[in-house]
């Protein structure tokens, strides 16, 4: 099938349908069945279990258990920067915003006002400052961790299309990442604010964060926006801040001022939690 047909079989195809019933059968606990699906996915993708806190696939209850897995301690050493990159994944774009519009792919942009959910104000903080977006494929690690030290100050859920997050879908579908149901976590620092937004795609059943547990179901029609500004929910650079139940793209927005992206980052290229992303000096 070739790159078009892909991208426009997705407008017809019932997504939230697929979605729902992949979270379904995501959280069944099988036994064998679950382990035989586990296995087939283990080996389909190349997932790399020696990595794995428990890398034994007979013991995981279901395929959720499974894809959240956590990693053996030290499987991914933190690098002496201001910003770590966040999650295993490959990078799909990253650089400059100009004003308020974030680079998707060839012909495409979109606003950071869109991507968080319409608050103009929230997204004029970032109005010529940096963004980074990192696609996380099967194989890949699944939980998101603090690419710098941050307190929580608001997370916004922001209800939207399910369309898959793929490099091709990237290419295909415009303003994708401000299209797809996100949840939207907004942090300060002592470097100032920055935004990590967790995109949901086809099949990616939940999103869950470590405050609040799962977001998502419920799958609302509206906008649902928590403050925390009176609480004391820190959170250190590294430390675990969510997960996908299945996988997806991480987008991330930092204000005006100097950032530096690592020499090592180009388009395409892997990366793994806990690599150095940018520093934020001159």
């Known amino acids: ?46 997932v790399n279990m020696a990595e794995a806190d428990n890398p034994d696939i007979a013991s995981y209850a279901s395929f959720n258990d499974f ?15 201001d910003l770590i990159c966040p999650v295993d994944g490959a990078i799909s774009q990253f650089g400059a915003i ?17 991507l968080v959910g319409g608050d103009r104000e929230l997204a004029a903080r970032f ?3 940096s963004f980074a977006t990192i696609y996380l494929s099967p194989r890949d690690y699944h939980r998101i961790h603090m690419p710098a030290d941050g307190r929580l100050a608001r997370m916004i859920y922001v209800p939207g299309e399910l369309f898959s997050v793929n490099p091709a879908t990237a290419r295909g579908v415009p303003g994708l990442f401000a299209r797809n149901e996100r949840v939207v976590c907004v942090f300060e620092s002592a470097q100032g604010p920055f935004v990590l937004v967790l995109v949901g795609a086809t099949i990616v059943g939940s999103m869950a964060t470590v405050w609040h547990g799962l977001v998502n179901p419920p799958r609302t029609r509206e906008v649902r926006d928590w403050r925390y500004e009176a609480q004391q929910v820190v959170l250190r650079q590294g430390e675990e801040m969510g997960r996908f139940l299945l996988g997806s793209t991480v987008v991330l927005l930092f204000p005006k001022g100097p950032c530096r992206f690592s020499t090592a980052w180009a388009p395409g290229a892997p990366v793994r939690l806990g690599e150095a992303m940018a520093d934020l000096s001159d």
Do not use: C, N
């Open 1 to 46: 099938m070739s790159e078009r047909s892909e991208v426009l079989l997705q407008y017809l195809l019932p997504k939230r349908a697929i979605t729902e019933f992949g979270r379904h059968i995501a959280s069944i606990r099988g036994g064998a069945v679950t382990t035989a699906i586990i296995r087939w996915f283990v080996g389909k993708y190349g």
């Open 127 to 129: 109005d010529g400052g």
């Open 67 to 81: 894809f959240t897995r956590a990693l053996k301690p030290g499987a991914r050493p933190l690098a002496a920067a």
């Open 98 to 114: 100009e004003g308020d519009q974030i680079f998707q792919a060839k012909g495409h942009h979109y606003s950071t006002t869109a």
